[in-house]
């Protein structure tokens, strides 16, 4: 379902780098304000399933360590908690983008990168390795939990 949404966000981004391309021309001038708003949904979209893709990961690592308390878990609940820091991180990351980006014009590129500070591709890499990083320790721990039990 995410995925359909994000589709339909970023619609206007696509329509607007289409109908402002000149054919003939060699250079690419695209308004830096208009590409930030435009292509924020990308940021929201992937800061929110990383969020996610973590907290499901968590979920079920805590599913086979603990598994009466996993039973017992209200799962609405972690859900609902999973996606308000998504969104929450989400929001963060839009805010930061704002306020370390001026926007100055780039001619010849019509990548988001182009547009963003160097300190924001900086913040948001890390940030979301930092969110991935979850990803690569779990499943570690899943294989010893398993080990153990064998």
Same mark, same amino acid.
């Given at each position: $379902?995410?995925? #359909?949404?994000?589709? &339909?966000?970023?619609? %206007?981004? @696509?329509?607007?780098?289409?109908? !402002?391309?000149?054919?003939?021309?060699?250079?690419?001038?695209?308004? +830096?304000?208009?590409?930030?708003? @435009?292509?924020? %949904?990308? @940021?929201?979209?992937?800061?929110?399933?990383?969020?996610?893709?973590?907290?499901?990961?968590? *979920?079920?690592?805590?599913?086979?360590?603990?598994?009466?308390?996993?039973? #017992?878990?209200?799962?609405?609940?972690? +859900?609902?908690?999973?996606?308000?820091?998504?969104? $929450?991180?989400?929001?963060?990351?839009?805010?930061?983008?704002?306020? @370390?980006?001026?926007?100055? %014009?780039?001619?010849?590129?019509?990548?988001? &990168?182009?547009?963003? !500070?160097? *300190? #924001?591709? +900086?913040?948001? &890499?890390?940030?979301? $390795?930092?969110?991935?990083?979850?990803?690569?320790? $779990? %499943?570690? *721990?899943?294989? +010893?939990?398993?080990?153990?039990?064998?």
């Amino acid at each position: $379902m995410t995925d #359909f949404i994000h589709a &339909g966000t970023t619609i %206007p981004y @696509l329509v607007y780098l289409i109908v !402002n391309w000149r054919m003939n021309t060699a250079e690419l001038n695209y308004n +830096s304000s208009v590409i930030l708003i @435009l292509a924020s %949904p990308f @940021l929201i979209q992937l800061k929110i399933n990383l969020v996610l893709t973590s907290s499901i990961a968590l *979920d079920r690592l805590q599913a086979l360590q603990w598994p009466l308390t996993y039973r #017992f878990k209200r799962h609405c609940r972690y +859900s609902l908690i999973a996606l308000t820091i998504g969104i $929450m991180w989400a929001a963060i990351d839009i805010l930061i983008e704002f306020s @370390l980006t001026s926007t100055v %014009p780039t001619k010849g590129c019509a990548a988001f &990168g182009c547009f963003v !500070n160097d *300190d #924001f591709l +900086s913040y948001w &890499g890390v940030s979301n $390795m930092v969110c991935c990083a979850a990803h690569l320790i $779990m %499943p570690f *721990d899943a294989a +010893s939990c398993v080990v153990v039990f064998l």
